[in-house]
Nanobody, 117 residues
Framework: QVQLVESGGGLVQPGESLKLSCAAT????????MGWYRQAPGKQREMVTT???????NYATSVKGRFTISRDNAKKTVYLQMNNLKPEDTAVYYC???????????WGQGTQVTVSS
């Protein structure tokens, strides 16, 4: 059974940092592209950042220079370091795993990030 379990969300003030983690089980982790998506109230889910199995990264313009995605294949975990958080970063953050070659993708249950003074 595939599980993606996010952790690390919470309430922070503008300008502060948070680090999210997503631990995967049930997949051959190092063969999957991993990503973080977010959904704010009343808005569509949007891509935040992705990292391929080879380590190439892609970022939404709104987070470039503030957020960093990384992965530890030995721990089957992907991370999202978020610095200089802004109120507009408030959303539920979801972990995503995708392997195009076998047409499989999976979502985590989400973790809430709230940025407010």
């Amino acid at each position: 059974q595939v599980q993606l379990v996010e952790s690390g969300g919470g309430l922070v003030q503008p300008g502060e940092s948070l680090k999210l983690s997503c631990a995967a089980t049930g997949i051959t982790f190092d063969r999957y592209a991993m990503g973080w998506y977010r959904q704010a109230p009343g808005k569509q889910r949007e891509m935040v950042t992705t990292i391929t199995s080879g380590g190439s990264t892609n970022y939404a313009t709104s987070v470039k220079g503030r957020f960093t995605i990384s992965r530890d294949n030995a721990k089957k975990t992907v991370y999202l370091q978020m610095n200089n958080l802004k109120p507009e970063d408030t959303a539920v953050y979801y972990c995503h795993a995708e392997r195009v070659a076998v047409q499989r993708d999976y979502w985590g249950q989400g973790t809430q990030v709230t940025v407010s003074s």
